[in-house]
């Protein structure tokens, strides 16, 4: 299985702050790698797919890079709304996996 | 608008069996892969389960194979898991969500999601 480590696994942060969120896999994926956003009770978000590809409707503040074994995602201005937690995934192969989450709390 | 509703969580008691359904909407039902997910209490998401948009082909995680089904009819853009032989580790929250691209394409994600419903495994 495609394992996928996340760091940190918690950040603090303020508001206006640039934050980056880094995937890392075990082996190489491509580009097949999704961000998914999560607040409390909610089912998550569709952020970032094919590891740079903005989803339709969500705020160009988000952006995401990387290729292989190293991806990013950054916030480059961080909003009130965007304090969640943030998880990437692969869908290169079955099992499609996810890492392990990304708290961004406010600081 | 595009949606997934699930239903059918609850209470259920170790060994039990439950069956879970995700009625689909706002779009071709046939078109796309259904997906699915997990999240235990407090913890991560875990993908469970995928089915093609014609039925004809399952993928299950190990931690659920031989115990859930996927299943889907068309006819009634329905998606379904039969979950049986449950356990304490499969209490969590399962949410239902579509593909936006077929298998092996760098573009596949989860991009519409439903909102979760409960399975608690407990005596």
């Known amino acids: 299985d495609i394992q996928l480590t996340q760091s940190p696994s918690f950040l603090s942060a303020s508001v206006g702050d640039r934050v980056t969120i880094t995937c890392r896999a075990s082996q190489g994926i491509s580009s097949s790698l999704a961000w998914y956003q999560q607040k409390p009770g909610r089912a998550p978000k569709l952020l970032i797919y094919?590891?740079?590809t903005l989803q339709s409707g969500v705020p160009s503040s988000f952006s995401g890079s990387g290729s292989g074994t190293q991806f990013t995602l950054t916030i480059s201005s961080l909003q009130p709304e965007d304090f969640a937690t943030y998880y990437c995934?692969?869908?290169?192969?079955?099992?499609?996996?996810f890492g392990q989450g990304t708290k961004l709390e406010i600081k | 608008d595009v949606q997934l509703l699930e239903s059918g969580g609850g209470l259920v008691q170790p060994g039990g069996s439950l069956r879970l359904s995700c009625a689909a909407s706002g779009f071709t039902f046939t078109s796309y892969a259904m997906i699915w997910v997990r999240q235990a209490p407090g913890k991560g998401l875990e993908w469970v389960s995928s089915i093609s948009g014609d039925g004809k082909s399952t993928v299950y995680a190990d931690s659920v194979k031989g115990r859930f089904t996927i299943s889907r009819d068309n006819s009634k853009n329905t998606l379904y898991l039969q979950m049986s032989s449950l356990r304490a580790e499969d209490t969590a929250v399962y949410y239902c969500a579509k593909t936006s691209h077929d298998y092996g394409d760098p573009k596949r994600a989860f991009d519409i999601w439903g909102q979760g419903t409960m399975v608690t495994v407990s005596s």
């Open positions: 094919g590891a740079s």
């Open positions: 995934q692969q869908l290169n192969s079955y099992p499609y996996t």
